[in-house]
T-cell receptor
Framework: NAGVTQTPKFQVLKTGQSMTLQCAQD?????MSWYRQDPGMGLRLIHY???????DQGEVPNGYNVSRSTTEDFPLRLLSAAPSQTSVYFC????????????????FGQGTRLTVV | QQQVKQSPQSLIVQKGGISIINCAYE??????FPWYQQFPGKGPALLIA?????SEKKEGRFTISFNKSAKQFSLHIMDSQPGDSATYFC???????????FGEGTQLTVNP
């Protein structure tokens, strides 16, 4: 049971390049999300998904795209990288069952440290 | 707009001392308040959590105190140890269940 796996761990991009950050979970969780972590700003939600085929924007979605074709995978795409996207990115997953289910623990991956030059 | 505000930004305590981290929230729809612990190079991991129908929750050396009327909650680490040195994040979520709003984080250093 690997939990939440993110790849790559480190990446350097040039401005304007595109790339995909991969996230996979093996816990059959319905809910998956992407956060970025910047010094002094905590973790901010980029995009999230409540199940396969369903995605929505979080607090800071500009410059990022997501899709959810399977329960296990939730990739994050940077279409044209900018220096402002230099950050540490975390993927998280949790079980959710709607309003009838109490909040459940979110499990985080190890992170991807992205530098855009 | 930071819906969950956390202080202090950094904290240094001596081994055996008490570490206290405070958070305040604005959105009254929040109904679950977890604390996450993050070590360097790792992802955050759930430490302890509380719902607003109780004023305190204790797990080992870690205690959450919750003041619903003031919209504040805090983490107390008793008998702090060097192994507790990490970044701590408070968070909040509503009945949607999983969308977490995080505080800015507190970097705790416990000196031996």
């Amino acid at each position: 049971n690997a939990g939440v796996t993110q790849t790559p761990k480190f990446q350097v991009l040039k401005t304007g390049q595109s790339m995909t950050l991969q996230c996979a979970q093996d816990m059959n969780h319905e809910y998956m999300s992407w956060y970025r972590q910047d010094p002094g700003m905590g973790l901010r939600l980029i995009h999230y998904s409540v199940g396969a085929g369903i995605t929505d924007q979080g607090e800071v979605p500009n410059g990022y795209n997501v899709s959810r074709s399977t329960t296990e995978d939730f990739p994050l795409r940077l279409l044209s990288a900018a220096p402002s996207q230099t950050s540490v990115y975390f993927c998280a997953s949790s079980q959710t069952g709607g309003a009838a289910v109490l909040w459940t623990e979110a499990f985080f991956g190890q992170g991807t440290r992205l530098t855009v030059v | 707009q930071q819906q969950v505000k956390q202080s202090p930004q950094s904290l240094i305590v001596q081994k055996g001392g008490i570490s206290i981290i405070n958070c305040a929230y604005e959105n009254t729809a929040f109904d679950y308040f977890p604390w996450y612990q993050q070590f360097p190079g790792k992802g955050p991991a759930l430490l302890i959590a509380i719902r607003p129908d109780v004023s305190e929750k204790k797990e080992g050396r870690f205690t959450i105190s919750f003041n619903k009327s003031a919209k504040q909650f805090s983490l107390h680490i008793m008998d702090s140890q060097p192994g507790d040195s990490a970044t701590y994040f408070c968070a909040a979520t509503g009945t949607s269940g999983s969308r977490l709003t995080f505080g800015e984080g507190t970097q705790l250093t416990v000196n031996p």
